[in-house]
């Protein structure tokens, strides 16, 4: 079965108990977002107990940036980077399967024509669905990161460095999830 992890970034802020107690009520948060979806884009899901090439031993799968702000920053810094391979394996997928030429008009403007290649509308409408899905705000289980508070998986640069600057206030929950059987 083929799997993919990602981190679902929560505040800690107003969550109160000691660590393992606020990994329960953030793994718990982290279901109830999780659940609606569970049999339409995944099988299973679970805490992760790696990610990335880093164990994560805690419970839940979830990392508290005030107990551990190393691991917390290296698998926030993981998913931020497989969320740019996912845009960029969606956006290659998507324009691939264009046939893309230049043109000139009358007046010497230049522009370009994209023409879907024969039998790739499935393949382009698979591809600008998730880029779709994204901006709107939708889970898509190999985004790499979810930001829980703002319901998106892409944010601005500014909420970026906020969390940077105050990940004591932050907490990620690693999930694998279970996407099919391989066989595709």
């Not at 977002?33 to 049999?39: K, V």
């Not at 709107?136 to 508070?149: E, T």
């Not at 105050?166 to 999830?177: D, I, K, P, Q, T």
């Amino acid at each position: 079965m083929n799997t993919v992890t990602m981190a679902f970034l929560h505040p800690t802020e107003g969550l109160t108990g000691d660590d393992k107690t606020v990994c329960e009520q953030l793994w718990a948060k982290t279901t109830e977002l999780l659940t609606p979806n569970l049999g339409r884009l995944y099988k299973r899901f679970e805490p992760a107990g790696e990610a990335w090439g880093e164990s994560i031993g805690k419970p839940f799968g979830v990392v508290l940036g005030r107990s551990d702000p190393r691991q917390f920053l290296v698998l926030y810094a993981n998913a931020r980077e497989r969320q740019e391979e996912a845009v960029k394996f969606h956006m290659g997928g998507f324009l691939g399967n264009f046939d893309m030429g230049e043109r000139f008009d009358e007046d010497g403007l230049h522009g370009f024509t994209m023409n879907p290649k024969e039998g790739k509308d499935q393949d382009i409408s698979a591809h600008l669905s998730w880029h779709l899905s994204m901006m709107a705000g939708q889970l898509m289980p190999d985004a790499g990161i979810y930001y829980v508070p703002a319901r998106q998986a892409v944010i601005s640069e500014v909420l970026g460095r906020q969390i940077l600057s105050s990940v004591g206030s932050y907490a990620l929950s690693v999930v694998r999830f279970y996407v099919g059987d391989g066989n595709a």
